[in-house]
């Protein structure tokens, strides 16, 4: 008999939303269910809004471990699932992504999961068009 597992799976890749430049296109590695890890926390997709006036997002879809988030040098955060963070770094001049949560099914963190992709990618073209 095969114990009950509570573990979550997740893509492990890298991919893009939008408007790609065809130069730089190839293969997303979020289509090879090969590339996952597995977690009892959340499924993660780290979103990089790249600049404004770009019609694309880079994603990094990967395992979180942990239930905390430091969303900048001074902010600690509970992470929740369907909720997504603004995060920056320390550095100069700051470095901006999004980390976007799930933890609801497996591979929620897909490239065209529920409404992480869609809603996040919908957020960020808004935004960087009021700019």
Not at 82 to 103: E, M
């Amino acid at each position: 008999m095969v114990p009950e597992s509570n573990s979550l799976k997740c893509y492990q890749c890298n991919g893009w939303h939008g408007e790609y430049p065809l130069r730089y296109s190839t293969a997303a590695t979020c289509d090879n269910r090969n590339n996952q890890c597995e977690t009892t926390q959340y499924c993660v997709k780290i979103i990089d809004p790249m600049s404004p006036g770009i019609n694309y997002v880079t994603y990094k879809s990967d395992c979180f471990y942990q239930t905390q988030i430091q969303v900048n040098p001074t902010n600690l955060s509970y992470v929740q699932g369907k909720i997504c963070f603004p995060y920056q770094d320390g550095s100069a001049p700051v470095k901006r992504w999004y980390y976007c949560f799930c933890n609801d099914r497996d591979y929620c963190n897909s490239a065209f999961g529920y409404s992480i992709a869609s809603l996040t990618f919908t957020i960020f073209i808004n935004l960087f068009s009021t700019y």
